[in-house]
């Protein structure tokens, strides 16, 4: 079909060109232009409307699916920093976190203003800790100098709709954190000859509604 288009571009240069030469032809002309568009119009016909390639649509990729929030769990650092019975120990607290990435949980970890007094010579910020504990720097928190750990723990706790590991009762808090009185809140622990042990962990809300 592009010969015939380019035979009636030739042909119409042609005829422009007789035309302008000697118009006199002008009739003769338009006839045999006539038809030529009959001869085209008939041809079309003849090979039916032209098809079109139906357009390919992109491939997509199979959706990857929301990824699940993270379980977030607390953790109350300078009370499980004496789980071990020889003594305060950042090690415990490690194990305490493996144990919980283990499970599935993302833990936080608070301490008091003491820790680098507990387990050093001198006071010790989340940098140093974060790297003790193998955790982001975002996930270990110090309670400023006179400030108690306790109300910090729970306020995180609750904001995070998350459990809190510790063998502190909190029973001073209850007033204004009565949610330390339900079962799976408060996970307790112990330390024995394989590391320590959480005895209550079964206990936590799949969905960490605190």
Do not use: C
């Not at 035309?19 to 041809?43: G, H, I, N, Q, Y």
């Not at 194990?95 to 990435?101: G, M, S």
């Amino acid at each position: 079909m592009r010969l015939v288009y380019f035979a009636l571009f030739i042909l119409a240069f042609v005829v422009i060109t007789i035309v302008v030469l000697d118009p006199k032809a002008t009739p003769a002309v338009l006839a045999v232009l006539a038809a030529v568009a009959s001869f085209v119009m008939a041809l079309r016909s003849a090979r039916g409307p032209a098809t079109q390639t139906p357009r390919q649509e992109p491939k997509r990729r199979p959706g990857r699916g929301k990824r699940p929030p993270p379980r977030w769990i607390v953790v109350d650092g300078s009370n499980v920093l004496f789980w071990n019975p020889e003594g305060p120990s950042l090690l415990t607290v490690a194990q305490v976190l493996r144990a919980l990435e283990a499970q599935g949980f993302q833990p936080v970890v608070w301490f008091d203003a003491n820790i680098g007094y507990k387990i050093g010579n001198g006071w010790i910020g989340p940098q140093e800790l974060s790297k003790d504990l193998g955790l982001p720097q975002k996930q270990v928190l110090v309670a400023a100098s006179g400030q108690p750990a306790d109300p910090l723990v729970l306020a995180e706790a609750r904001k995070r709709r998350a459990s809190v590991v510790t063998n502190d009762r909190f029973r001073d808090w209850v007033p204004t954190h009565p949610e330390v009185l339900r079962p799976g809140f408060l996970i307790r622990g112990s330390y024995g000859p394989d590391g320590p042990m959480l005895k209550d962990l079964a206990l936590v809300p799949k969905d960490d509604a605190a």
